[in-house]
Each structure stands twice: as C-alpha cells, then as structure tokens.
T-cell receptor, first 116, second 108 residues
Framework: ETGVTQTPRHLVMGMTNKKSLKCEQHLGHNAMYWYKQSAKKPLELMFVYSLEERVENNSVPSRFSPECPNSSHLFLHLHTLQPEDSALYLC???????????????FGSGTQLSVL | QKEVEQNSGPLSVPEGAIASLNCTYSDRGSQSFFWYRQYSGKSPELIMSIYSNGDKEDGRFTAQLNKASQYVSLLIRDSQPSDSATYLCAVGNYQLIWGAGTKLIIKP
C-alpha cells in the first residue's frame, strides 16, 4: 500500500458517457499528478497540481478535465472519450513539486480504462 | 527533445543469475535517477534512486550511474521469479522523463 488510493480499478465506458476517476493520498504530500500509461510507451504526464493549484497542463485534450478540491484529493473527469484514450491512468503524489526538488513519486494502483 | 531510452526486452535471465538493466538519457543536466518496478496490471513502485556517480547498493539491487556516459543501470543479484516485471527508468532535472521500460523474465 503506497498511501495513494485510486478508484475505480477498472472502467469501461462508451464514447458518449461521462465518468470520473478519483484519487486520494494519505501521505501529507503537496503535489499530485495524473499520468497516462499506454502499452509499451513511456508514462505521459497529463496534469500537475501543487496545493490545489494546477501548475502544468501538458496539451491534454479538453475531454479530460482535472479537479483538485484539496491537497489530498484529485479527480479526472472524462467525457466523450475516444477508443485511443483506452489506457492505464495513474495518480501519483510527491512531497513537493518535482520541479522544485528531485522528489520521488508515489503511485496509486491505477484505473484501467477501456473506451468502446 | 529530452529522452530516456531502454531496451524493451523481454530480457530473459535464469533464476539465481544477475539481471542487468540499462538506461541512457539525453539531458546532461539530469540530477536524479530512479528505477521503478511495475508488475503486470499494477502501478510502478520505486525500488532505487541514485543521485551521484558510482554504485548504490540496496539488498540484491545495485544502481550504477555514469553521468559522463549518460547511462544508469540496475543490477539484480540472485534473480528470483518474483523479480519478473517491467522496470522503468526515470530521469529528473526538476521534471521526470520516463523510459518505456524493460520487461524482465526470470526463468526457474
């Protein structure tokens, strides 16, 4: 158990559905991240939050919408996704922002998303 | 474009042997280097971090860093079937750049 909890573990959705992924960290960290992992590709950083403020948005399509209501919780709202969005979505946290120090990341268990 | 390169494998190693995993990176300013292990269907977990040239040992794992040659490696001694996983190299210079991972298979 890493101290970062993600739900749901698996999600199947149609292209017209709206769903949300949830992440909660119990580590007292100040930075939280969403990553996308596709088969045989490097992890892709999607969004970065520091103390509930979005600090980075790496050219992610608007059909992905993040929300960070407090420093312990992070959501990823999904709507009108495409089949190519099928991937493992990972939430991670670090004590402070990676760009401010060379911190380690702690990952949640991920949500395996399939878009039909 | 900052890149981290890893051989995708699979790398097949007999049980009890030494597994050697390699990673090269392009950003000479990189300051932190991490090895994460990822079992199939699971999330990455940190197993080693190294910040200065040389070797760092932790149990059966040794990380080796050579900044002049821009590579970092991970040695796993006395390999066990439970070491079978994908190993991700991540290189940091205030942002993390990830390799695509090397799949390691330990054969009993």
């Amino acid at each position: 158990e890493t101290g970062v909890t993600q739900t749901p573990r698996h999600l199947v959705m149609g292209m017209t559905n709206k769903k949300s992924l949830k992440c909660e960290q119990h580590l007292g960290h100040n930075a939280m991240y969403w990553y996308k992992q596709s088969a045989k590709k490097p992890l892709e950083l999607m969004f970065v939050y520091s103390l509930e403020e979005r600090v980075e948005n790496n050219s992610v399509p608007s059909r992905f919408s993040p929300e960070c209501p407090n420093s312990s919780h992070l959501f990823l709202h999904l709507h009108t996704l495409q089949p190519e969005d099928s991937a493992l979505y990972l939430c991670a946290s670090s004590l402070i922002l990676l760009r401010e120090s060379n911190e380690k990341l702690f990952f949640g268990s991920g949500t395996q998303l399939s878009v039909l | 474009q900052k890149e981290v390169e890893q051989n995708s494998g699979p790398l097949s190693v007999p049980e009890g042997a030494i597994a050697s995993l390699n990673c090269t990176y392009s950003d000479r300013g990189s300051q932190s280097f991490f090895w994460y292990r990822q079992y199939s269907g699971k999330s990455p977990e940190l197993i080693m971090s190294i910040y200065s040239n040389g070797d760092k040992e932790d149990g059966r794992f040794t990380a080796q860093l050579n900044k002049a040659s821009q590579y970092v490696s991970l040695l796993i001694r006395d390999s066990q079937p439970s070491d079978s996983a994908t190993y991700l190299c991540a290189v940091g210079n205030y942002q993390l750049i990830w390799g695509a991972g090397t799949k390691l298979i330990i054969k009993p």
